[in-house]
Nanobody, 116 residues
Framework: QVQLVQSGGGFVQAGGSLRLSCAAS???????MDWYRQAPGLQRELVAT???????YDADSVKGRFIVSRDNTKNTVYLQMNSLKPEETGVYYCAYLEESGYYNYWGQGTQVTVSS
């Protein structure tokens, strides 16, 4: 059974940093783990991804500030968020992209609140 368990997040002032974690179980590999954000009243949007080729795609708005990394020994993917902005408040989700092209496994979500 696949499970993605998130931790981290919380409350931070603008310009601050937070790190989110996504610990996976039941997966052979943690390649192709993506991070999404859902702001209040808006659709969920892709923030960053780390795929099997090691490429990282970041939404233009987070380039240079958000960093995706992983620890294969812990089967965990991290999203380091620096210089956070109030508009980046929302619930952040990790999601595993299967070869089918579908996200069938999602973390439970973690709230990030950035105050101005």
């Amino acid at each position: 059974q696949v499970q993605l368990v998130q931790s981290g997040g919380g409350f931070v002032q603008a310009g601050g940093s937070l790190r989110l974690s996504c610990a996976a179980s039941g997966l052979f590999s943690i390649d192709n783990m993506d991070w999404y954000r859902q702001a209040p009243g808006l659709q969920r949007e892709l923030v960053a991804t780390f795929n099997s080729r090691g490429n990282i795609y970041d939404a233009d708005s987070v380039k240079g500030r958000f960093i995706v990394s992983r620890d294969n020994t812990k089967n965990t993917v991290y999203l380091q968020m620096n210089s956070l902005k109030p508009e980046e408040t929302g619930v952040y989700y990790c999601a595993y992209l299967e070869e089918s092209g579908y996200y069938n496994y999602w973390g439970q979500g973690t709230q990030v609140t950035v105050s101005s």
